[in-house]
């Protein structure tokens, strides 16, 4: 099955910083990315995604790159604030069945300090 | 606004006894999961159901069994609790469509099996 690994587990930045999160996945087939954010005491939510087709989006102050050769996607967060501050997941999976599940990596705690 | 209620926060219960952890969604999603989320380990699959009456098991779902007998309500249920079932419970929703639909979750319940 699908592996996914999610690296820094920590991330502590300045105000204004940027944030970088980094996961690899194992199964080639995987061709769907999202990334949900968790706030303290909530359920995560969906804050972007990324296809396969696609090496990068961007929405507003978050970005997602995806590297397919290297089994490799990473979401950047720029001008960072201290709203950010959440543990951020990232996943992986196949789009086009109605019965595929999310893998979801370990998470990254991001602290973002006024 | 998609709502997907957990119906404790907290819940505490002792070793041995039967538990029910019970989740409801508003939008009249087919698909309905239940992950478990502890620190280091991330979220992982416990259950989903693709309809009334369906289950199919995720990565963990030794100690743990699922009803749906109505399209809103998704129930997990501790056979017999045990206290490495110490963690927080999350529910969520999907519209049809497979992945590319996101996953709408609750605020999680925060079991502690003493």
């Known amino acids: 099955g699908e592996n996914v690994e999610q690296h820094p587990s920590t991330l502590s930045v300045q105000e204004g910083d940027s944030a970088v999160i980094k996961c690899t996945y194992s199964d080639s087939a995987s061709n769907y990315f999202p990334w949900y954010k968790q706030e303290l005491g909530k359920g995560p939510q969906l804050i972007i995604d990324i296809r396969s087709n696609v090496g990068e989006k961007k929405d507003q102050r978050i970005a997602v790159t995806l590297n397919k050769t290297a089994k490799h996607f990473s979401l950047h967060i720029t001008e960072t604030q201290p709203e950010d501050s959440a543990v951020y997941f990232c996943?992986?999976?196949?789009?086009?069945?109605?019965?595929?599940?999310?893998?979801f990596g370990k998470g990254t705690m991001l602290l973002v300090s006024p | 606004d998609v709502k997907v209620t957990q119906s404790s926060r907290y819940l505490v219960k002792r070793t041995g006894e039967k538990v029910f952890l019970e989740c409801v969604q508003d939008m009249d999603h087919e698909n309905m999961f239940w992950y478990r989320q502890d620190p280091g380990l991330g979220l992982r699959l416990i259950y989903f159901?693709?309809?009334?009456?369906?289950?199919e098991k995720g990565d963990i779902p030794e100690g743990y069994s699922v009803s749906r007998e109505k399209k809103e309500r998704f129930s997990l249920i501790l056979e017999s609790a045990s206290t490495n079932q110490t963690s927080m419970y999350l529910c969520a929703s999907r519209a049809p469509g497979g992945t590319l639909q996101p996953q709408h979750f609750g605020d999680g319940t925060r079991l502690s099996i003493l």
């Open positions: 996943a992986a999976s196949l789009m086009n069945s109605g019965y595929s599940t999310l893998t």
């Open positions: 159901s693709y309809d009334v009456k369906m289950k």
